[in-house]
């Protein structure tokens, strides 16, 4: 008991100083959460606890939740050919450039999988900052084709530690394919039902609310699809992204639900998440040989990786443009926590392997959003008026 009221008054403690100590230093509240936890399991205060880490991953998955509150399908299958394509070869020369360095550095396959990660979950952070500027939008839109492609690989990369590459590895990728032709079924079918009962949605979601229904709607929604995804034994990630994707394509007439839900993340779900992703690194990994040097080269290489193939968009987004969107999308944080997470429960990696992708993660998204508030500090980005 004493154990577990320590760690409620840590987090609490965590959790209110982080913004404060963020002004003061100018530094990120993502960062400054993680290194404090890492700091709070050194001094004893945090220890592993069930229900946090439980917690913890509901923070994640709300994460994920968030990330997909960002896409409107819609807007999606109405891409243009020309930003598909672009999309897709900008994935693509992140995943041939990775082969490359891996095979010519001789590093493991699991490189191949980490590296070009992309996740648009802490892209909302930077709107949150920002604000809608050019190189943010295209970020997200060019991030979102990134991002399915990485929880689809994360999905099979679960099934394949988890079931080798027999029957049931390949039963797996059947039934993630059968969950993208059901979520567009469901899709074209709420799409007909709204068109001949455009009531419905203010009905479920009423305009003046006073039981908030609308959370309470979006987050049975956020549940019964995790359910779907541990029924279906897929990667729960997936069901929250989707589920986050559902709400904001069909319930675009409620404008303060996406603020509303953000608040509510960013107040206490994420920070905890955070915390917990320091926790999961101690200090002392810190001392081991080569562990720092090898963290930072992978920094170096992901960010880099990232800036050569954003030159796709450099007659977009003009060169201050590609090194933010660059930047923006060199913080995969909680994928290559997932995976590395996956690997090391599967015995594919080691304990020093997995010290270096959770560092290399965490000085990811303190160095690109250092740098990110650097760039704009000079040169401030253009908000996008609409």
């Not at 109405?78 to 598909?84: A, H, W, Y």
């Not at 690194?281 to 963290?295: D, G, H, M, Q």
């Not at 987004?317 to 290559?336: D, Q």
């Given at each position: 008991?004493?154990?577990?009221?320590?760690?409620?008054?840590?987090?609490?403690?965590?959790?209110?100083?982080s913004?404060?100590?963020?002004?003061?230093?100018?530094?990120?509240t993502?960062?400054?959460?993680?290194?404090?936890?890492?700091?709070?399991?050194?001094?004893?205060?945090?220890?592993h606890?069930?229900?946090?880490?439980?917690?913890?991953?509901?923070?994640?998955?709300?994460?994920?939740?968030?990330?997909?509150?960002?896409?409107?399908?819609?807007?999606?299958?109405?891409?243009?050919?020309?930003?598909?394509?672009?999309?897709?070869?900008?994935?693509?020369?992140?995943y041939?450039?990775?082969?490359?360095?891996?095979?010519?550095?001789?590093?493991a396959?699991?490189f191949?999988?980490?590296?070009?990660?992309?996740?648009?979950?802490?892209?909302?952070?930077?709107?949150?900052?920002?604000?809608?500027?050019?190189?943010?939008?295209?970020?997200?839109?060019?991030g979102?084709?990134?991002?399915?492609?990485?929880?689809?690989?994360?999905?099979?990369?679960?099934?394949?530690?988890?079931?080798?590459?027999?029957?049931?590895?390949?039963?797996?990728?059947?039934?993630?394919?059968?969950?993208?032709?059901?979520?567009?079924?469901?899709?074209?079918?709420?799409?007909?039902?709204?068109?001949?009962?455009?009531?419905?949605?203010?009905?479920?979601?009423?305009?003046?609310?006073?039981?908030?229904?609308?959370?309470r709607?979006?987050?049975?929604?956020?549940?019964?699809?995790?359910?779907?995804?541990?029924?279906?034994?897929?990667?729960?990630?997936?069901?929250?992204?989707?589920?986050?994707?559902?709400?904001?394509?069909?319930?675009?007439?409620?404008?303060?639900?996406?603020?509303?839900?953000?608040?509510?993340?960013?107040?206490?779900?994420?920070?905890?998440?955070?915390?917990?992703?320091?926790?999961?690194?101690?200090?002392?990994?810190l001392?081991?040989?080569?562990?720092?040097?090898?963290?930072?080269?992978?920094?170096?290489?992901?960010?880099?990786?990232?800036i050569?193939?954003?030159?796709?968009?450099?007659?977009?987004?003009?060169?201050k443009?590609?090194?933010?969107?660059?930047?923006?999308?060199?913080?995969?944080?909680?994928?290559?926590?997932?995976?590395?997470?996956?690997?090391?429960?599967a015995?594919?990696?080691?304990?020093?392997?997995?010290?270096?992708?959770?560092?290399?993660?965490?000085?990811?998204?303190?160095?690109?959003?250092?740098?990110?508030?650097?760039?704009?500090?000079?040169?401030?980005?253009?908000?996008?008026?609409?």
């Amino acid at each position: 008991m004493s154990n577990e009221i320590a760690i409620i008054l840590t987090l609490s403690a965590i959790i209110f100083i982080s913004p404060l100590i963020s002004k003061i230093s100018k530094i990120p509240t993502i960062p400054i959460e993680i290194t404090l936890g890492s700091i709070a399991l050194a001094l004893g205060f945090i220890h592993h606890n069930h229900t946090f880490t439980l917690v913890a991953e509901l923070g994640f998955l709300y994460l994920m939740f968030l990330a997909g509150l960002e896409v409107n399908l819609r807007q999606v299958l109405n891409f243009s050919k020309d930003m598909i394509q672009k999309g897709l070869i900008y994935v693509s020369l992140l995943y041939i450039i990775t082969l490359i360095f891996t095979y010519y550095f001789e590093l493991a396959n699991i490189f191949v999988v980490t590296m070009p990660l992309i996740s648009i979950g802490l892209l909302a952070t930077l709107k949150k900052d920002y604000g809608e500027t050019s190189w943010i939008n295209m970020a997200i839109t060019i991030g979102i084709i990134g991002e399915i492609v990485s929880i689809v690989i994360l999905t099979v990369l679960s099934a394949k530690l988890e079931h080798g590459l027999g029957a049931e590895f390949y039963e797996t990728l059947i039934l993630l394919l059968l969950v993208f032709i059901g979520v567009y079924l469901i899709y074209k079918l709420m799409h007909n039902l709204i068109w001949w009962y455009p009531g419905i949605k203010t009905y479920l979601m009423p305009k003046y609310d006073k039981y908030e229904q609308d959370i309470r709607l979006s987050m049975a929604i956020f549940f019964v699809f995790i359910s779907i995804m541990l029924y279906l034994n897929l990667e729960v990630a997936l069901g929250a992204f989707i589920a986050g994707v559902f709400i904001n394509t069909f319930f675009q007439h409620n404008t303060k639900l996406p603020h509303k839900l953000e608040h509510m993340g960013f107040g206490w779900l994420l920070p905890i998440f955070f915390i917990w992703v320091g926790t999961t690194f101690e200090l002392s990994a810190l001392l081991k040989p080569s562990l720092v040097t090898t963290a930072l080269l992978i920094t170096l290489a992901m960010i880099v990786l990232r800036i050569v193939s954003s030159m796709l968009f450099i007659k977009d987004l003009k060169l201050k443009g590609v090194i933010l969107f660059a930047l923006s999308h060199s913080m995969p944080l909680t994928l290559i926590v997932a995976v590395a997470t996956l690997a090391l429960n599967a015995n594919s990696i080691t304990n020093f392997y997995y010290y270096v992708f959770i560092l290399s993660a965490i000085l990811e998204v303190i160095v690109s959003m250092v740098l990110i508030k650097i760039i704009n500090l000079i040169s401030p980005s253009k908000v996008i008026n609409k």
